[in-house]
């Protein structure tokens, strides 16, 4: 059983910095390497979108709305992993929760569209975005 913890989300004026991470935990052990992992996004009014995933060999992959702007890491060391995201807009006000998937997705690319649909994707509770103008 997978468990994943966000935190460092908050409020911060267009063009600030925020940088969230995301503690994985997995009973009866870990195994973390293993696991696409990534950072999805959900307003009220819009369906959950994925922004960043890395898979198991440190392959990233990013939304076009986001690539520039974030970066996506990992510390195997410390099971977490990390979105440092820069030059924030307005528009990137939203939940952010974190994912993880054992799923042996085609590509970075294909994990951004459909780890989201998979059953096998655990999620974390989420860290609330906001960005003012």
């Known amino acids: 059983q997978v468990q994943l913890v966000e935190s460092g989300g908050g409020s911060v004026q267009t063009g600030g910095s925020l940088k969230l991470s995301c503690n994985f935990s997995?009973?009866?052990?870990?195994?973390?390497?293993?696991?696409?992992m990534g950072w999805f996004r959900q307003t009220p009014t819009k369906e959950r979108e994925g922004i960043a995933v890395?898979?198991?060999?440190?392959?990233?992959g990013y939304a076009d709305s986001v690539k520039g702007r974030v970066t996506l890491s990992k510390d195997k060391g410390v099971n977490t992993l990390y979105l440092q995201m820069n030059s924030l807009k307005p528009e990137d006000t939203a939940m952010y929760y974190c994912?993880?998937?054992?799923?042996?997705?085609?590509?970075?690319?294909?994990?951004?569209?459909?780890?989201?649909?998979?059953?096998?994707?655990?999620w974390g509770q989420g860290t609330q975005v906001t960005v003012s103008s």
């Open positions: 890395i898979n198991g060999d440190g392959v990233t």
């Open positions: 997995e009973y009866p052990y870990t195994t973390f390497a293993a696991y696409y």
């Open positions: 994912a993880a998937a054992n799923v042996p997705f085609a590509s970075a690319r294909a994990a951004l569209l459909y780890m989201a649909q998979r059953p096998e994707t655990s």
